[in-house]
């Protein structure tokens, strides 16, 4: 047996067996080095072991910065590691880096580079031209279309790199856009079914392929399909309703739904009562035409809701300390600022704010182009001056995207700020922008002819009448009666 290891040895004569010897031969060959006093193979031309013979790479001593004047050791031009990190060419440093790593480079990596340099911070595109390099250096096909879907993530967010590559190759027309919008809206659809209840689940499932499938014919024969919005509040209703019938009915089966089951579903939500009736009456017709019902229980049913307009307005003491704060609040925010501004005075939607670009300004005459109305918007110097505070905020972010209310998420590229966003912009008031918008209109509309309100904002005729108020405004009768007399 090996003393060391108490392996067996082979040799009698061994007391060691052959890895054991083997080490202890290199031992023995070993000597303190006198630099480092380890034990080491000495080399002959310098007397040291072979660490301490190799020669080391001096550090440069340190100097001032060129841009900060700080005494650091230098990380590059001159600059210490700090200022170097926020210098402006390090994204095209970068890019001629991986240009001279690739063998073929394509011709467009330079402007996509100045591009990120353009949108992003100096260490974010330095961090998207590093992964870009990874995709680019794989021996997958390198095309812009092939690249754009390899950099796509499979959550629910492409990534950042995934949408500047998809704004920059669709803006040179070398690409498609991808459907990261039908896959998100797949997936808000999903999840809605997977909440209806087991049992009513198959059902649901098929309304929603008979609701797409609907949408695909409006598409070619040119009318006006479902958005994927609407789909997805008529598959929430439906959610909801088969909670309802399997928590408080004790209903597994959509058979068994009766009339007095839609009318307490209805009862719980007054106010929806007209939205959730209509889809109701589409699920059953269609769950009837598919033998799964017998009779329609929403058939016959009336919203029984008023035809006007029912809904809150801000008061006029409200509206004037709205109006102070969005033109003399330093710490307001221009988003809110200028939505609250523009749905106040001008009667103007959360949509129509948000898909407001720098094209439809005219500084000259100062007027805006406001959704679908057929003139621009001639705005007072309070709302103009909101608009200009709104425009510096776009400014100090460097974007190309040509709407006016820029998010950090849409900076980079060229749509508009989502509906979730604008939703909640005029959160810190306290006001909805709804609220506002009405308020406006129920006084243009009952203070001037119905008809030229629809005409000046681009709506219906029908639309402005429900603002018609059902009584007579007594100050202004008494005001009439004194002029009489």
């Not at 709302?383 to 972010?397: I, K």
Request: overall charge positive; hydrophobic content about 35%.
């Amino acid at each position: 047996m090996c003393t060391a290891c108490s392996h067996p040895v082979r040799d009698k004569t061994a007391t060691l067996c052959r890895d054991c010897s083997r080490t202890a031969e290199r031992d023995a060959a070993k000597a303190p080095c006198p630099r480092c006093h380890r034990p080491g193979y000495l080399r002959e031309d310098t007397g040291w072991c072979g660490h301490c013979s190799r020669p080391r790479q001096t550090k440069q001593p340190p100097r001032p910065c060129r841009e900060c004047g700080r005494v650091r050791r230098h990380a590059g031009l001159g600059l210490c590691s700090a200022c170097w990190q926020r210098h402006p060419d390090r994204p095209f440093v970068r890019a001629e880096s991986l240009i001279a790593e690739l063998g073929e480079p394509p011709d467009w990596l330079r402007d996509f580079a100045a591009d990120l340099a353009a949108k992003y911070c100096v260490s974010r595109a330095c961090t998207m031209i590093t992964s870009l390099g990874r995709l680019l250096l794989d021996e997958e096909p390198n095309h812009p279309q092939a690249l754009l879907e390899r950099s796509r993530r499979s959550g629910r967010s492409m990534g950042s790199l995934a949408r500047a590559l998809e704004t920059f190759f669709t803006g040179h027309g070398m690409a498609m856009a991808t459907d990261q919008a039908e896959r998100l809206a797949a997936g808000r659809r999903q999840r809605r079914i997977d909440a209806v209840p087991e049992t009513l689940r198959p059902t649901v499932d098929a309304f929603a392929d008979f609701m797409l499938r609907s949408r695909e014919r409006a598409r070619r024969a040119g009318t006006r399909p479902r958005s994927d919005g609407t789909i997805e509040a008529a598959l929430a209703i439906m959610r909801d309703l088969a909670r309802f019938l399997t928590g408080e009915r004790g209903k597994q089966n959509w058979a068994l739904t009766d009339v007095h089951d839609v009318e307490a579903f209805l009862a719980g939500s007054p106010k929806a009562r007209k939205r959730r009736l209509v889809v109701l009456g589409q699920f059953f017709r269609f769950a009837r035409s598919r033998k799964i019902v017998l009779v329609d229980p929403s058939h016959g049913l009336t919203s029984r809701g008023a035809s006007g307009f029912t809904g809150a307005t801000l008061t006029l003491d409200q509206q004037r300390v709205l109006f102070r704060r969005w033109t003399t609040g330093p710490a307001v925010h221009p988003h809110e600022a200028l939505l609250g501004m523009l749905a106040l005075l001008h009667g103007a939607s959360s949509r129509e704010v948000k898909m407001l670009q720098t094209a439809d300004l005219d500084p000259h005459a100062r007027t805006a182009r406001l959704g679908d109305r057929p003139h621009p918007v001639p705005l007072d110097p309070a709302s103009w001056a909101v608009l200009e505070r709104c425009l510096a905020h776009r400014e100090a972010q460097r974007t190309d995207n040509p709407h006016v209310m820029v998010t950090r998420q849409t900076k980079s590229g060229r749509g508009p700020a989502s509906t979730a966003y604008v939703s909640h912009v005029l959160d810190a008031c306290g006001f909805p922008p709804r609220m506002i918008r009405c308020t406006r209109l129920l006084d243009l509309v009952n203070t001037m002819d119905p008809k030229l309100v629809a005409a000046a904002f681009g709506m219906d005729p029908e639309a402005t009448m429900i603002y018609l108020s059902d009584r007579v405004d007594e100050t202004r009768l008494s005001g009439w009666e004194t002029t009489k007399d």
